[in-house]
């Protein structure tokens, strides 16, 4: 199975919205309903910020929100704060009753 | 709240085995979840290796299955990770992680450990 495509870094100042894409087949993202958004910051566990492509679990602020458009999966983060500054990542359940992940997105609050 | 924490070496020798073992508190590993492990090599992205149901069902990433052998243990509440002829490619930070009951993703992840294959 091949990792989900993310771009390598997004950029934003303090305020701002960015868009995080995730593109996959239609054996992962498109055909499924079970698509993640990870932050990861140095050091620390994985966050789970978004669940089954739009829904947030309770512990993530408001300001993440997800979307998908056939193989494309998106994560959008409104009113950017420096404590978002790090690594963020998609995943998605298969068709083959594996998961993938995507290669990861290094965001930089300006 | 349930908390993953991962154990095992620090350091393997090439061709050697890479066990870890992944110690469930906060709730009982016999729930209906399944647990996965997960790893992230240096500078690169996260990488699924596989998960496992209580009742022992597993799946296995296709790229390391031959490799791989994750084995759950009901009585100490904890799972494990058995990666045979490890190389320098296997380097990597470790993590476990549980799949929610009711949510189709990974919702509690251990704080990771480093192993680190060399001779």
């Known amino acids: 199975q091949s990792a989900l495509t993310q771009p390598a870094s997004v950029s934003g100042s303090p305020g701002q919205s960015i868009t995080i894409s995730c593109t996959g087949t239609s054996s992962d993202v498109g055909g499924s309903n079970y698509v993640s958004w990870y932050q990861l910051h140095p050091g620390k566990a994985p966050k789970l910020m978004i669940y089954d492509v739009i829904d947030r679990p309770s512990g993530a602020s408001n300001r993440f929100s997800g979307s998908k458009s056939g193989n494309t999966a998106s994560l959008t983060i409104s009113g950017l704060q420096a404590e978002d500054e790090a690594d963020y990542y998609c995943s998605s359940y298969t068709s083959s009753h594996t998961w993938v992940f995507g290669g990861g997105t290094k965001l930089t609050v300006l | 709240q349930v908390h993953l924490q991962e154990s095992g070496p620090g350091l393997v020798k090439p061709s050697g085995t890479l066990s870890l073992t992944c110690a469930v508190s906060?709730?009982?590993?016999?729930?209906?979840?399944?647990w996965s492990w997960v790893r992230q090599p240096p500078g690169k992205g996260l990488e699924w290796i596989g998960e496992?149901?209580?009742?022992?069902?597993?799946n296995y990433n296709p790229s390391l299955k031959s490799r791989v052998t994750i084995s759950v243990d009901k009585s100490k509440n904890h799972f494990s990770l058995k990666l045979r002829s490890v190389t320098a490619a296997d380097t990597a930070v470790y993590y476990c992680?549980?799949?929610?009951?009711?949510?189709?993703?990974?919702?509690?992840w251990g704080q990771g450990t480093q192993v680190t294959v060399s001779s």
């Open positions: 496992i149901f209580h009742s022992g069902n597993t």
């Open positions: 992680a549980k799949v929610g009951q009711l949510v189709g993703a990974h919702d509690h």
């Open positions: 906060g709730g009982s590993i016999s729930s209906s979840n399944w």
